[in-house]
Structures are given as structure tokens and as C-alpha cells.
């Protein structure tokens, strides 16, 4: 049997070291390390996350306890002081730069979504932004209410592989359409978003700058009818009519759509005269997956509970969480795993320190081939 390193030493090598360190140079405050490094600290984060750990005591006990194998993975043993301090100084912008390049890795693997058939160069990104419930005693920076302490995630989902192209923290007190004024979207791309970005002046923006959005419409919106569009409606579209919006220019259209599972009647407003009024339907419950997004990264990852209390502790650790959520999503398809990611993360977390073939894990159970002259054929 072919001997292997740890399944975790193995993972953690998609990150190339060289680069790693390049960033690590690049994103440093305070003196220079003696004997704990950048590296020390993603890895302890990032085995935190894959195995579920959530305070600093558990992970340097949990560390310790698989000393013997920390050598392959490059770290030595560290104080809980040194890895607590490590996060509340060290800037989070390296785990973001990491973030960044990962992600690129991932799109260039990613499966291409197939149930909008857009042009090449089109994209198709979901907008949404989730709370993160905080005391307002530890977390003085994370404003929300009087006596309620809160931080907002808003996050940019790329419909292929479903994979956060765009992440920002802010104030729970932030409202959602500032941080989406600050993205950077590629012109031709599709942008889906629910009633809280309602915004008219960026919705005209958005139109200018060639990117076609899909939302509800809100039931008190102004809107000043113009003539229905002509053609065979499909099943569950009740009205397809070109409208304009109050005080901006341009012609933008309103459907009317009955959702047969439910039997609620939706009213969506969009600037894309080139689609199905189905089309439309369908682009807005594809916005259902960055709500699965946001579900599966609180029941599967930490991200609830901080391991510090600075603004740059939290970023740190919801770095790396999307760093983990990138990793798996890297390995699953590079290595077309038919397996949910969420599986992927169980066999993780029993095997991480175990010294075989991580591709192995995943691999449906499958017969033993006996060869001709009787040896096992071990696969």
C-alpha cells in the first residue's frame, strides 16, 4: 500500500507555499516572526473550520494532540496567546488576497451554469447580505441597535458553482444597496436581488452600464404603463408589459407571475427586454441558492462564534471560512467528486490527521478486483 502524508497535508497544498509567502511579506504588521508564522496561523484556522472547533483553547489542544504530524504540514506547536494575538494584529487583507486567488483557481473549474442560456462573455451573480447576531459589550464596533450588537456579511454569488465572488463586512446597521453600489460588476452580466436593494437611481446605473438586473417589485412603487409585450405567454405568466419607474429615464418591464408549487402571484421588475417573461420567473427563484449559501456555511462551518473580538479577528476567521468553503468546492470539481460538499466535510472531519490518499475518501465503495493470478488488485 502506497504510504501517504496526512489528508490535511495533502489538502493544504493546493495553497502553494512560495505564494503564500509572497502575501504573507506583503500583508505584515508589528515586528518580524521568530517561530510562529502566517502559515501557522492559516492552518490552525483552516483545521478549525474543517473539523469543527470553536474556541482558541480547542484548537491548540486539538493541534498539540496531533503533534507527531504537524511536521508534513510545515507548522510547529504554538501558545494559545501567540495564535489569539496573531489574530486580532495581523492584517485580515492577506486572508482576503488568499481568498482572492483561490477563487480565481475555482472559476476557472467551475461547472457552468446551464439553466440560462446566456452569451460566453454573460454572468450571473445573486445578491444577498445575512446577519450575524454579536454582543454589543465584546463587539463595541458592530453597531446595530441600542443595546444589540450586529455584523452584516453581504456576499456576490456567482451562479457558477454557486462560488462568493464579491464579500464585504459591514455594521448590521448598514444597509444592504451601500455595499452593492460599490461592486465592480462585469457589463453584460446578470444581477438578482431581492426588495431590499430597491434603489431607482442604481437600478439606472446598472442600465447604463450594460448589466441587467431582476427584482420584485414593491407593492407602493410608482410606475407609469406602457404597452404590453406581444407573444404566447407561458404557463404561470400573467402580464408582460413595458413600464417606466419614477424619476429615471429608460424603459424597463414588469411580469406578473403565478408560481404554481406555492399559488403566489409575484411581480418582478427588470431591465432585460431581451429574455422570456419565464426567463425572468426563473432568474429570480435561482436567487433561492445564495440563501442555501448562507444556511449551509452556519450549519456546517464557524462562523457564529469568533475566536476574537476585534473587526479584524472577525474578518480573519470569515476569510478563512470562505477560504474552507472555496477548498472544498476546488476539490470537488477538479476532481468531479459526486459526492455533496457537505458529505465531503464529514469524511474530512474523521480523516483529516490519517495518513492515506484523500481522493480515496470520496470514492463510492466499489468491488474488488481478484486478477488472473490470484493477487488482489488494491485501487
Known amino acids: 500500500m502506497t504510504n501517504s502524508n496526512t489528508v490535511l497535508s495533502q ?14 511579506n506583503k500583508h505584515h504588521a508589528g515586528q518580524k516572526f521568530h517561530s510562529f508564522f502566517r502559515w501557522t496561523q492559516f492552518v490552525a484556522l483552516l ?33 494559545r496567546a501567540t495564535l489569539s494575538r496573531a489574530n486580532e494584529q495581523q492584517p485580515h487583507e492577506m486572508y482576503e488576497a488568499l481568498f482572492l486567488r483561490l477563487l480565481g483557481r475555482c472559476q476557472t473549474v467551475a461547472p457552468r451554469n446551464k439553466r440560462f442560456k446566456f452569451k460566453e462573455s454573460a454572468k450571473l451573480y445573486l445578491l444577498d447580505a445575512t446577519m450575524i447576531d454579536l454582543s454589543l459589550s465584546l463587539f463595541p464596533w458592530a453597531k446595530y441597535r441600542k443595546s444589540k450588537g450586529a455584523a452584516k456579511l453581504h456576499i456576490g ?8 465572488a464579491f464579500v464585504d463586512l459591514s455594521e448590521g446597521k448598514e444597509h444592504e444597496i451601500n455595499m452593492a453600489r460599490q461592486l465592480e460588476l462585469p457589463k453584460d452580466s446578470y444581477v438578482v436581488f431581492d426588495r431590499g436593494y430597491t434603489d431607482y437611481s442604481w437600478y ?11 427584482t420584485r417589485l414593491k407593492s407602493n412603487a410608482v410606475t407609469f404603463p406602457g404597452p404590453k409585450r406581444r407573444g404566447r405567454k407561458s404557463p404561470g405568466v400573467l402580464l408582460d408589459q413595458q413600464i417606466q419607474l419614477k424619476g429615471i429615464d429608460g424603459t424597463f418591464r414588469k411580469v406578473r407571475y403565478l408560481d404554481a408549487e406555492t399559488d403566489i402571484t409575484y411581480e418582478f421588475v427588470t431591465n432585460a427586454l ?3 417573461a419565464a426567463t ?7 436567487r433561492w441558492q445564495i440563501e442555501l449559501f448562507f444556511k449551509w456555511i452556519k450549519q456546517n462551518l464557524r462562523i457564529k462564534s469568533f475566536l476574537g473580538t476585534s473587526r479584524n479577528a472577525v474578518m480573519t ?12 468546492a476546488y476539490l470537488k470539481f477538479q476532481a468531479k467528486i459526486s459526492r455533496t460538499m457537505q458529505q465531503m466535510l464529514l469524511l474530512l472531519q474523521l480523516n483529516l490527521f490519517e495518513r492515506r490518499d484523500f481522493l480515496e475518501l470520496f470514492k463510492p465503495p466499489g468491488r474488488k478486483n481478484i486478477i488472473n493470478n490470484g493477487q488482489l488488485a488494491l485501487i
Open 11 to 24: 489538502i493544504v497544498r493546493i495553497f502553494p507555499r512560495h505564494e503564500f509567502q509572497t502575501l504573507a
Open 317 to 328: 476567521q470569515i476569510w478563512i471560512v470562505l477560504c474552507a468553503y472555496l477548498l472544498l
Open 157 to 164: 454569488l456567482d451562479a457558477d458553482g454557486y462560488l462568493p
Open 280 to 286: 425572468v420567473a426563473e432568474l429570480y427563484k435561482e
Open 274 to 276: 431581451d429574455i422570456s
Open 47 to 79: 483545521t478549525a473550520q474543517l473539523t469543527g472547533r470553536d474556541s482558541l483553547r480547542d484548537i491548540v489542544e486539538n493541534m498539540s494532540a496531533q503533534s507527531g504530524k504537524l511536521y508534513h504540514l510545515g507548522i510547529k506547536s504554538f501558545s
Open 204 to 214: 439606472q446605473e446598472l442600465t447604463d452600464s450594460g448589466i441587467r438586473f431582476v
